[in-house]
């Protein structure tokens, strides 16, 4: 299976901020069909997941421009250009490129 | 919009089964995979599997092999997730997912002798 690992584990960050943050993957993530399946999830306190981000980079409906993600192969990036106090909660990086699909640790968000 | 319910908490003694349910609204039930992913206390999120809702065609983790049976309704637009032998270990918030992109409310499933 395809090991994710998410740093850091716990990111304190202040209102208005930028916050970031990485997944790596034990192998490559691009498919077969030269599509990368990487996606970020977030999940509010007492919430089921939602999808904020897939295929790297692309923002599903309804989610705020201030989230962005990147990277490429192995190595991904979530960022949050400012932070608000509704984007308390863990986020999770999910890779779909190779079955069974896999998760990261989690990235926990709270305001300082 | 699109709405997964799934059905009520359960608590099951070591060794018997449990089945989710997952009932979807607001988009075309059989043109869409219903994936079910679970997240233990603590832990990270598990995927289990997922049915081609269209087909029935199905898939499970290997982990799960043998325990898990995915299986689906079109004439209700729902899905279930079937997991038997269940321990202790099992204990869990049990999500379904709408090709990954929409979740259910989960389904608390305590296993508990």
């Known amino acids: 299976d395809i090991v994710m690992t998410q740093t850091p584990l716990s990111s304190p960050v202040t209102l208005g901020q930028p916050a970031s943050i990485s997944c790596r993957s034990s192998q490559s993530l691009v498919h077969s069909d030269g599509n990368t399946y990487l996606s970020w999830l977030q999940q509010r306190p007492g919430q089921p997941p939602r999808l904020l981000i897939y295929?790297?980079?692309n923002r599903f409906s309804g989610v705020p421009d201030r989230f962005s993600g990147s990277g490429a192969g192995t190595d991904f990036t979530l960022k949050i250009s400012r932070v608000e106090a509704e984007d308390v909660g863990v986020y999770y990086c999910m890779q779909a490129t190779q079955s069974p699909r896999t998760f990261g640790q989690g990235t926990k968000l709270e305001i300082k | 919009q699109v709405q997964l319910v799934q059905s009520g908490a359960e608590v099951k003694k070591p060794g018997a089964s449990v089945k989710v349910s997952c009932k979807a609204s607001?988009?075309?039930?059989?043109?869409?995979?219903m994936h079910w992913v679970r997240q233990a206390p603590g832990q990270r999120l598990e995927w289990m599997g997922w049915?081609?809702?269209?087909?029935?065609?199905?898939k499970y983790s290997q982990k799960f092999q043998g325990r898990v049976t995915i299986t689906r309704d079109t004439s209700a637009s729902t899905a279930y997730m079937e997991l038997s032998s269940l321990r202790s270990e099992d204990t869990a918030v049990y999500y379904c997912?709408?090709?990954?992109?929409?979740w259910g409310q989960g389904t608390l499933v305590t296993v508990s002798s």
């Open positions: 049915i081609n809702a269209g087909s029935g065609d199905t």
């Open positions: 607001g988009y075309t039930f059989t043109n869409y995979a």
């Open positions: 997912a709408r090709s990954g992109e929409n």
């Open positions: 295929r790297i980079s």
